[in-house]
């Protein structure tokens, strides 16, 4: 059973810093594509950042150059360090993990939220 645990949100001020983490289980993780993907109120759920198994990441134009997703594969987890955080940042961020090959889809996390806030 695939279990993806968020940890790392909450409250931070304009361009403040934050570290998600996602643990996984239940999967084989060294091999999986993990993403951070993001859902504010009203709008739909987006890729922030992704990482395949092999290294190579991607990110969304919007927070390029701030974000760098990670990941430890001894320690099953995906990072996602947010810095220079905006008010255009908050929304609940949801770890995803997609086996090889696998274009869409995947498993989720329950999410955690981030709000950028003065």
């Known amino acids: 059973q695939v279990q993806l645990v968020e940890s790392g949100g909450g409250l931070v001020q304009p361009g403040g810093s934050l570290r998600l983490s996602c643990a996984a289980s239940g999967i084989f993780f060294s091999i999986y594509t993990m993403g951070w993907y993001r859902q504010a109120p009203g709008k739909q759920r987006e890729l922030v950042a992704s990482?395949?198994?092999?290294?190579?990441?991607a990110y969304a134009d919007s927070v390029k150059g701030r974000f760098t997703i990670s990941r430890d594969n001894a320690k099953n987890t995906v990072y996602l360090q947010m810095s220079s955080l905006q008010p255009d940042d908050t929304a609940h961020y949801y770890c995803?993990?997609?086996?090889?090959?696998?274009?869409?889809?995947?498993?989720w996390g329950q999410g955690t939220q981030v709000t950028v806030s003065s």
């Open positions: 995803n993990a997609r086996a090889p090959l696998v274009t869409s889809g995947g498993s």
């Open positions: 990482i395949t198994g092999g290294g190579s990441t």
